[in-house]
């Protein structure tokens, strides 16, 4: 289990929020009584959901201890409550009317079977609403891979890579199009435009990086981690306003059954 550190994930709570609005936007529910948010890390997204639907009972279920704990130390406005679970493992206690998931469910293998699983999760007119980062062919995925691959941590990183965990559009619409009544799937790129040092390298440290750097030792990880800044700087130049710009590639998904 990674062991997640909520600030600096939310180092860059607005961008990463951001999604999570776009995707609240389309859920085509007036009044749902019950909504879980599935990885809600630190509840940015589950507290909109509570002022979105301020009369149903919402849940957020995250499987970090860390993350839940300062989603409660944050929580305001309409009661939350807060589960700590097995993604993979979880269901809800009874047939759910919106299992909305903002950026963790890439986390997770095998979505042919976990997404359509989702679905039978629903009640008659249920929604899943879903949004993934799909930025793995981007350097700062790519180069994270190659900086893993050279050097002496070559065998243990390796295996951790995750390099393609999101489908193509196309590959969802195959696993659930029989299973669902109406399904929306559709692709954002953001363009983040970042202030500060490295702000590529520090954003991938509260999320795809983090991984790799606690298999390592400390001097190991400088020596990573350098590898990595000084592959990330090439890739992402600092404009001439002293700006870095990161394009961010995202998935999401609607499915009503």
């Not at 929580?75 to 269901?91: S, T, Y």
């Not at 007119?125 to 350097?139: E, I, K, S, T, W």
């Not at 994270?144 to 050097?151: K, Q």
């Not at 029989?178 to 440290?205: K, S």
Request: glycine share 6%; hydrophobic share 50%; with cysteine.
């Amino acid at each position: 289990m990674i062991g997640w550190d909520p600030a600096k994930y939310l180092e860059f709570a607005g961008p990463r929020l951001r999604p999570a609005l776009d995707l609240v936007a389309q859920v085509p529910l007036a009044a749902p009584t019950e909504v879980y948010d599935l990885g809600c890390g630190t509840g940015s997204a589950t507290r909109l959901l509570a002022q979105r639907w301020p009369s149903a009972a919402v849940t957020g279920v995250d499987s970090s201890a860390a993350m839940l704990a300062a989603a409660r130390e944050t929580a305001a406005g309409p009661a939350i409550r807060w589960v700590q679970a097995d993604l993979e493992e979880w269901r809800p206690p009874r047939p759910a009317e919106l299992i909305f998931s903002n950026a963790a469910l890439h986390w997770l293998p095998d979505h042919a079977t976990l997404f359509p699983r989702l679905v039978e999760a629903l009640a008659p007119g249920g929604v899943l609403a879903v949004q993934m980062p799909r930025n793995h062919d981007a350097p700062s995925h790519t180069e994270m891979a190659a900086a893993a691959r050279t050097g002496p941590w070559a065998a243990r990183l390796a295996p951790l890579l995750r390099e393609h965990p999101v489908a193509p559009p196309a590959a969802y619409h195959d696993w659930l199009a029989a299973v669902v009544a109406r399904l929306d799937i559709w692709e954002t790129e953001y363009l983040h435009v970042l202030e500060g040092d490295h702000p590529v390298v520090e954003w991938t440290r509260g999320s795809a990086l983090k991984p790799l750097l606690d298999a390592l030792a400390a001097d190991e990880r400088t020596a990573f981690l350098a590898d990595y800044t000084a592959r990330i700087a090439r890739a992402y130049p600092r404009r001439p306003d002293g700006r870095t710009l990161f394009p961010f590639r995202r998935l999401f998904l609607v499915a009503v059954r």
